[in-house]
């Protein structure tokens, strides 16, 4: 009489273990690099409302704020600052950069800081002194003054 094979042989399940190690071992860090990357965005979306303000100075022109004082949400600069779960606080310099500092998403990004930079015209800064009154071009996220690596940026926050 034959004898019919029945289940697995430990090989064949050795092998699926094998697999599933593997697959684990790369999926694990490409997760965590995409949580980081999602409570980044939050980062970015406290910084936007500066953004619109900012723009709004510019166009209208008159006499530039000092640092911290364009009024939205800077540490610092009187009123209420912006703190969030993941953001420690904002700050403005001169020409409207916004700067935010990361807290409490991971070691890898805490207490650097994020920039986002009001352009004047494509790949140039503004500059408050000789910009005002004109409007601005765009903004460019994560470029000159950013501390964090980029792979854990948005992907709309890469400094391109």
């Known amino acids: 009489m034959r004898n019919l094979q029945k289940g697995f042989t430990l090989i064949e399940l050795m092998i699926v273990v094998a697999i599933i190690g593997i697959l684990a071992a790369v999926a694990l860090p490409a997760y965590q690099d995409y949580t980081v990357r999602a409570r980044m ?12 303000t900012i ?5 209208t ?33 001169d020409d ?27 790949g140039a800064a503004a500059d408050s002194t000789t910009d005002m009154g004109t409007g601005l071009f765009g903004w460019i996220c994560g470029s000159t003054g950013t501390t964090i690596d980029k792979k854990f940026l948005p992907g709309s926050c890469r400094g391109i």
């Open 41 to 52: 965005s939050e980062v970015i979306l406290a910084m936007s409302a500066c953004r619109t």
């Open 55 to 59: 723009t709004e100075v510019y166009q």
């Open 61 to 93: 022109g008159g006499t530039p704020p000092a640092a911290n004082q364009w009024g939205c949400g800077e540490t610092g600069g009187g009123g209420t600052p912006v703190v969030t779960k993941y953001v420690q606080g904002l700050t403005t310099n």
């Open 96 to 122: 409207g950069v916004v700067m935010a500092t990361i807290q409490n998403i991971s070691t890898d990004v805490n207490t650097k800081t994020v920039t986002l930079i009001p352009l004047a015209k494509a």
